[in-house]
């Protein structure tokens, strides 16, 4: 089984590659994995469900468009998010559902906080094995 993310360190800031037999399963293994970065995912519970659109110019930018999206539900409800059902994922717009639950103190240990998911050094790319992808944040 192929490993669905990883953790990139990159000076001030930190990374997540995220793998995916799909286009589709890398974008849900990269929120997977950007939220991995907030909260151990072990500790949240999937209580309730969150539809998500994301709308840009291209692949990449949409990617970060989800990802920012997924950080904006995070903030605006206070909410940790376990998972990412991509449902529809067009040329340049998205459609998913997630789940989480509202942050619970006693519970869930907030590891960093993360501002933004960056073009920098952004990477969506597919080879023979799958698709990969590089997205750096800010933190």
């Known amino acids: 089984m192929m490993r669905p993310f990883e953790l990139i360190e990159h000076t001030a800031d930190i990374g997540v590659r995220a793998f995916g037999s799909s286009e589709l399963e890398v974008f849900q293994n990269a929120a997977a ?4 970065l907030i909260a151990d995912p072990e500790l949240v519970e999937c209580r309730d469900e ?11 930018a949409l990617l970060v468009e989800w990802l920012n999206e ?3 539900l995070h903030e605006s409800q206070d909410l940790l998010l376990k998972r ?7 040329e340049t717009e998205l459609e998913a559902r997630v789940c989480g ?15 933004a998911a960056t ?5 969506l790319k597919e080879s023979s094995k799958g698709w990969t992808t590089e997205v750096i944040f800010d933190v």
């Open 33 to 36: 994995g950007m939220f991995s």
């Open 50 to 60: 969150f539809d998500v659109r994301a709308e840009a110019d291209d692949r990449e």
């Open 70 to 72: 997924l950080l904006y």
């Open 84 to 90: 990412f059902e991509v449902k529809k994922l067009g």
């Open 101 to 115: 639950e509202p942050i619970d103190r006693g519970r869930h240990e907030l590891m960093r906080d993360i501002k």
């Open 119 to 123: 073009y920098h050094m952004l990477k």
